[in-house]
């Protein structure tokens, strides 16, 4: 398609440009580049090749998925939380805590974890698969959803402790019922977490609310955008950005994944 020259250029067709931006390239990047294209147009301005910044006016709507970006815990009701459920003695809630704060992994993700995804000497978990709503073991939710995950060395000690305690199943999985099968959210949450959120008078938090906080968790670390997406298994980079775009300081540098999100979360505390 043809551009015009920056002074035939008008307000509709700058809108143009930006919906084109919104369907192509993240939210935040699009902003940033019509950010950029109207400074280009103050300087013509100023240079006297344009009559006026016929840009100023054109902003992008509020995204839809705005009210919806995730709000992770605070720190401290996280410190709070992995304290009190090591000290409850409950070893399947340590554990489970453990590894949805620090993987990220999704409520199905770690109902339909198997033991053989997980390599302990190695410490690193592997997402191959997920327990549905109805405990049906399947795949994950998408093709970016397979990934391995890093582990801190406190999640492979939470580990260690509950497989020695937890009853082998015939799926083998690392958070079963009592026949084996995947627990169902309702259990693993009535059960299991919200005692251990009581005990640390962390209020109500959800499964979910820990995914956020292991994203938030990375960002703050510095892991670029394109990390994030990997270890979250997101489809898309744009989900990524939807999501906790609002997190992100755009630098980006390297950073050892399960050390990252240990040092966030602690080193306040020391």
């Known amino acids: 398609m043809r551009r015009p ?7 509709p067709e700058v809108k143009g440009y930006l919906d084109e931006w919104l369907a192509t390239l993240s939210r935040p990047m699009a ?18 090749l344009v009559a006026q910044n016929v840009a100023l006016a054109v902003n992008p709507r509020k995204a839809k998925r705005d009210k919806t970006k995730a709000t992770p815990p605070p720190k401290k009701a996280l410190r709070a ?7 409850e003695g ?7 805590l453990e590894v949805a704060i620090f993987t990220g992994l999704r409520a199905s993700e770690i109902r339909g974890l198997s033991w053989r ?13 997920r327990a549905d709503a109805k405990a049906k073991i399947g795949p994950p939710k998408s093709e970016a959803g397979h990934r391995t995950i890093a582990l801190p060395a406190r999640v492979v000690r939470a580990l260690r402790c509950w497989m020695i305690a937890c009853r082998p199943g015939p799926l083998n999985l690392v958070f079963p019922n009592t026949l084996g099968k995947p627990v169902s959210h309702r259990v693993l949450m ?3 977490i919200e005692p251990i959120l009581t005990k640390a008078k962390a209020g109500k938090i959800g499964l979910h609310a820990f995914r956020h906080a292991a994203a938030s968790l990375w960002i703050e670390q510095g892991l ?10 997101h489809s898309s980079i744009q989900m990524t950005f939807d999501t906790y775009g609002h997190l992100f300081d755009l630098a980006e540098k390297d950073a050892d994944d399960a050390a990252a999100i240990e040092r966030a979360l602690f080193a306040e505390a020391t």
Do not use: C, Y
Not at 5 to 11: G, P, R, V
Not at 31 to 48: C, D, N, P, Y
Not at 81 to 87: P, V, Y
């Open 224 to 233: 670029n955008p394109k990390r994030v997406q990997k270890l979250m298994g």
């Open 5 to 11: 020259k920056l002074s035939q250029i008008t307000a």
């Open 117 to 129: 995804s997980v390599d302990l000497n190695g410490a690193r978990l592997t997402v191959e698969q």
């Open 190 to 192: 009535a059960n299991h």
């Open 31 to 48: 902003t940033r580049v019509l950010r950029s294209f109207k400074a280009i147009l103050t300087e013509a301005q100023a240079a006297g």
């Open 90 to 96: 409950d070893l399947k809630a340590w554990a489970a």
């Open 81 to 87: 939380i992995l304290s009190a459920a090591e000290k």
